[in-house]
T-cell receptor, first 112, second 113 residues
């Protein structure tokens, strides 16, 4: 079956702009989590959605937000982009906690 | 509080020799533990997981890990390294009870011919 699909794969934005990233989970998976990966900070948890509800949130400013739709697809939005937001954003889907997550290829965001 | 520590940032082995990537965890709850691998410019791939069943867990590509509660460790091993194993490996703790998943800092594995 199809894996986790993230779009777009690459994105270049200017400081101050906003961006929306999309994630389509594996069919049947209701949990979607988002992570930011940077060379300096490693992998950091952004938030987790389950059945359209945000279940957990990491320590990121309010400029980072997300949502999940009834078909489990998820989007994350970053407003007022800063240079430090440049990172690989990874989405992961799972059936539920403790079952292991399957990751997408990520969206590489560059803020200039 | 939950935490995970990967004891080596880099490990270098020769092809055909054993691999050992070390991970210690701390969790107030009975944790779910995972190992993921990330090849350059790729997403993360699940290697194996421990969820309170057998303490010796077998994963894909010949990897396995042993959960040792007394040592709070979950080390990843492979009997014989292959060039294609060169990648970054992440130990992950996802404690039961609804807390956020925590990734280790990663261990980069180099495999020499």
């Amino acid at each position: 079956k199809a894996g986790v699909t993230q779009t777009p794969r690459y994105l270049i934005k200017t400081r101050g702009q906003q961006v929306t990233l999309s994630c389509s989970p594996i069919s049947g998976h209701r949990s979607v989590s988002w992570y930011q990966q940077t060379p300096g900070q490693g992998l950091q948890f952004l938030f987790e959605y389950f059945s359209e509800t945000q279940r957990n949130k990491g320590n990121f400013p309010g400029r980072f937000s997300g949502r999940q739709f009834s078909n489990s697809r998820s989007e994350m939005n970053v407003s007022t982009l800063e240079l430090g937001d440049s990172a690989l954003y990874l989405c992961a889907s799972s059936l539920d906690r403790g079952t292991g997550a399957f990751f997408g290829q990520g969206t590489r965001l560059t803020v200039v | 509080a939950q935490s995970v520590t990967q004891l080596d940032s880099h490990v270098s082995v020769s092809e055909g020799t054993p691999v050992l990537l070390r991970c210690n965890y701390s969790s107030s709850y009975s944790p779910s533990l995972f190992w993921y691998v990330q090849h350059p410019n790729k997403g993360l791939q699940l290697l194996l997981k421990y969820t309170s069943a057998a303490t010796l867990v077998k994963g894909i590509n010949g990897f396995e890990a042993e959960f040792k509660k007394s040592e709070t460790s979950f080390h990843l091993t492979k009997p014989s390294a292959h060039m294609s194993d060169a990648a970054e490996y992440f130990c992950v703790v996802s404690p039961d009870g609804g807390f956020k998943t925590i990734f280790g800092a990663g261990t980069r594995l180099f495999v020499k011919a």
